[in-house]
């Protein structure tokens, strides 16, 4: 692939991105030179232990984050510009579904936000719904719903306006594991379905090699990209190749390179 | 997942006896606390008034027996205090008894004071919650006018009503509005800090939710923050709603008003009429619990639109 395509191709490029906290004490370093380039249609996962930057570098992409120096582009436009022409739908760690509101309302929200009319909200809201398995439950409250299921509420919430862009902080992170790997593997199917590019922050290695195409492994302290392992699984996969010998050998590279960076040593 | 999962578990259902179940519900504790009220209420009506039983008693050189003076004690027509079924017996003669327009009903007066209270209230919210919109959006408000309003509830109203009532029978406002006014000096503050608390309660996730989507601050107001505040605003509701009746009745005491259960207390305390005024303090209790109900209804009411779990 000549370089000119690789360009053409980027949805995201961060060069040379640091963001340091000013805290009471000391400075915190959550980012630290961090070059990352995001092909379109990619499922990037982004994992480390806690504290290494993972959940800020989505933030700084979302503009939720301002970088202290260094350059992030979304599509050719600044992540603020990138914001206010809604290219992303952001995925928080908790669903953060209004409790006031029946799902569908919460489905509605941006797109009330952004001025449609009711009828083709509704149309919206429904039809993502069903596409997260919801439908049926378009007018239950967020508490009449298990922890899964809101969760799933609030990806169709995401993917209503039709974004170009998924960015997803660990959202299954607070389920059970088997309600986890259940959403993993829906979650496969809808990305293969919508062709969205996705940035997944997670720190399960297993949820990271099951859905990504490309794992960027991070380390604390700090705050750094150690190493992008680029990963060619089939498209089709199911649960069940996680048993495989292709499944168990990118696990092991990005084990070996959470390793590398110290992240398994005690502090 | 199925339907089933979501739903909540109705409850168990087999046969109850009819005591569990009075036991379970609000209805014999409450009237056990009642029996107590009333008990203590006859007992401290003999202590209070013994001493001019006794002494009328001497004064007539009777012989006495303590029952005798107990009966006594609960039938005097100017009593320290008079006994439950005295109130109960004028409350009967001031409410059924009389036309409902006759001054001489105590539902007239509760009615009088009743619309201040309402009027009051209803000045109180609006002034309370537009000061609450206005020092969350806006810093320097909060840092200016949040002393002053909690200096205003420190200034005993007592003090300030007869001012409020002069200064505006002078520009020539009388009967309900100054009452209106003291009502909703009082209630606004109560309003105020539970709006500032609720419109401040949406948390830093639900915020950055808004700001993914570049939601304006008037859109962020609607649909967050105002909503996020409902569960604040009907707790204030309550105090204020309350404190509302407290502030029409002090309104009245001053005025020399003609009607009104503030009226009726001054008017029982210039005659001495202890029976009237503890009449009217019974009625506005009732008329304070209706208020407060009715908030509470309307909550409840509020809260099923907005899915709160019942």
């Given at each position: ?169 660990e959202p299954f992170g607070a389920l059970d594991e088997i309600t ?88 | ?12 259902s087999g046969p109850t006896s009819l005591f569990r179940r009075a036991?379970?519900?609000r209805t014999v504790p409450v009237s056990v606390v009642i029996t ?275």
């Open positions: 692939m000549a370089g000119d395509d690789i360009m053409a191709d980027a949805i995201i490029t961060a060069e040379g991105l640091n963001l340091v906290f000013e805290t009471a004490d000391v400075p915190v370093h959550a980012l630290s030179d961090v070059d990352l380039k995001i092909n379109k249609g990619d499922f990037v996962s982004l994992i480390g232990p806690s504290g290494c930057g993972k959940t800020t570098l989505l933030r700084v992409i979302a503009d939720l984050e301002h970088p202290t120096s260094g350059k992030v582009e979304i599509a050719g436009v600044s992540p603020e510009t990138a914001r206010i022409n809604r290219l992303y739908g952001y995925c928080f760690q908790a669903p953060v579904l209004y409790p006031w509101r029946t799902v569908i309302r919460n489905v509605m929200l941006p797109l009330e936000l952004m001025g449609m009319s009711r009828g083709e909200c509704v149309e919206r809201a429904e039809k993502h719904l069903a596409l997260v398995g919801l439908q049926g439950f378009e007018r239950k409250f967020p508490w009449q719903l298990s922890g899964g299921m809101q969760q799933r509420a609030s990806i169709a919430r995401a993917l209503c306006f039709d974004p170009e862009l998924m960015l997803m902080d986890r790997d259940h959403l993993n593997e829906q979650f496969l199917r809808l990305w293969e379905r919508t062709g969205k590019t996705v940035v997944f922050v997670t720190h399960s290695i297993s949820e990271a090699v099951f859905l990504s195409n490309k794992i960027v492994v991070m380390s604390p302290r700090p705050g750094r990209i150690l190493k992008i392992i680029e990963s060619k699984l089939p498209s089709d996969r199911t649960l069940e190749f996680r048993d495989t010998p292709e499944f168990i050998d990118v696990a092991h590279q990005v084990r070996l390179a959470l390793k590398e960076g110290h992240s398994y040593d005690d502090d | 997942m199925t339907m089933t999962e979501a739903m909540a578990a109705s409850p168990p036991c379970q519900g107590f009220i009333i008990i203590a209420w006859y007992a401290g009506a003999v202590y209070l008034n013994s001493p001019q039983v006794i002494e009328k008693f001497e004064r007539n050189n009777v012989e006495w027996t303590m029952g005798q003076m107990i009966a006594d004690s609960w039938e005097m027509k100017r009593p320290v205090l008079p006994s439950p079924h005295q109130v109960v017996i004028e409350l009967y003669k001031t409410t059924a008894q009389q036309k409902l327009t006759s001054k001489r009903n105590l539902l007239y007066h509760a009615y009088v004071t009743g619309t201040a209270t309402l009027l009051g209230f209803v000045l109180g919210v609006i002034l309370g919650v537009s000061l609450a919109v206005g020092i969350v959006h806006v810093l320097t408000l909060e840092r200016s006018l949040l002393p002053w309003i909690i200096a205003s509830q420190t200034v005993p109203i007592l003090a300030i009503a007869p001012m409020i009532v002069v200064i505006l029978g002078n520009i020539g406002f009388t009967g309900l509005l100054p009452k209106s006014l003291i009502s909703m000096y009082l209630c606004f503050f109560p309003v105020v800090i539970g709006m500032v608390k609720g419109l401040r309660s949406p948390d830093p996730l639900q915020m950055d939710l808004m700001r993914t989507y570049d939601a304006t601050p008037g859109q962020v107001f609607w649909k967050l923050r105002l909503a996020a505040s409902v569960p604040f605003l009907f707790a204030s509701l309550k105090v204020a709603v309350a404190i509302s009746l407290v502030g029409a009745i002090v309104g009245e005491l001053p005025t020399g008003a003609q009607a009104g259960i503030g009226a009726r207390l001054l008017s029982g305390s210039y005659y001495g009429q202890t029976v009237q005024i503890w009449s009217a303090l019974v009625v506005a209790s009732a008329l304070g619990m209706v208020l407060v109900y009715a908030v509470g209804l309307s909550e409840r009411y509020v809260g099923r639109r907005m899915g709160a779990r019942p």
